[in-house]
């Protein structure tokens, strides 16, 4: 099993920049899939990137990244990141990270962080 806990999150203004960072531990953290996902008031989680465990793969969801963010991982750490440029409003959400199943997707999270609440002013 694989804990997770996020930081990093915060206000900023429209424009701006956060990296969240997700300290992961458990014995199979090494071999986990990775993702960022985010959640709105009284609508589902929605993933949008991961990454793999030797990081040779990472995939986001564009219509949300935008080519705004990048996931990131140093399993030396056990630690994932998520570096989120040029925020806009719309962005305003609870981040989660999630450790994936062996099918590394989106719907297969087997171990869920709190959640960081990033808000975007305008």
């Known amino acids: 099993q694989v804990q997770l806990v996020e930081s990093g999150g915060g206000s900023v203004q429209t424009g701006g920049s956060l990296t969240l960072s997700c300290a992961a531990s458990g014995s199979t953290y090494s071999g986990n899939c990775l993702a960022w996902f985010r959640q709105f008031p009284g609508t589902v989680r929605e993933g949008f990137a991961l990454v793999n465990a030797p990081s040779t793969i990472k995939y986001y969801e564009e219509h949300i990244v935008k080519g705004r963010f990048v996931i990131s991982r140093d399993n030396s750490d056990n630690m994932l990141y998520l570096r989120m440029n040029n925020l806009r409003p719309e962005d305003t959400a609870v981040y989660y990270c999630?450790?994936?199943?062996?099918?590394?997707?989106?719907?297969?999270?087997?171990?869920w962080g709190q959640g960081t609440q990033v808000n975007v002013s305008s």
């Open positions: 999630g450790a994936l199943d062996t099918a590394c997707s989106f719907a297969r999270v087997i171990s």
